[in-house]
Nanobody, 121 residues
Framework: QVQLVESGGGLVQSGGSLRLSCAPS????????IGWFRQALGKEREFVAA???????ATHDSVAGRFTISRDNAKNTVDLEMNSLQPEDTAVYYC???????????????WGQGTQVTVSS
């Protein structure tokens, strides 16, 4: 079994920052990818960013320049630093684990429970 635990969500004012962390555990295969997705109320789940163990990464154009994905090897987490947050960034943010880098949710095999990010105007 693989478990993914997200942390770091919360309420922030427009223009503020938050840092989300995803901690994978359990029977993780050796060459995995962690992806971050978000789902706003009434909308489909959308790709945000992803990072492979070899450092390759992908970021959606809508957040490029504001959001940064990185790996903290000491903590064994994959983090999403979110700056210049806007009300349209409000969503439940999920981390997911897969074995190939990509933006399609279907590429990811395991999902966390999600963490709420709310940006007030």
């Amino acid at each position: 079994q693989v478990q993914l635990v997200e942390s770091g969500g919360g309420l922030v004012q427009s223009g503020g920052s938050l840092r989300l962390s995803c901690a994978p555990s359990g029977r993780i295969f050796s060459d995995y990818v962690i992806g971050w997705f978000r789902q706003a109320l009434g909308k489909e789940r959308e790709f945000v960013a992803a990072m492979a163990l070899n450092g390759n990464m992908a970021t959606h154009d809508s957040v490029a320049g504001r959001f940064t994905i990185s790996r903290d090897n000491a903590k064994n987490t994959v983090d999403l630093e979110m700056n210049s947050l806007q009300p349209e960034d409000t969503a439940v943010y999920y981390c997911a684990l897969g074995n190939t880098l990509g933006s399609a949710p279907s590429r990811y095999l395991y999902w966390g429970q999600g963490t709420q990010v709310t940006v007030s105007s």
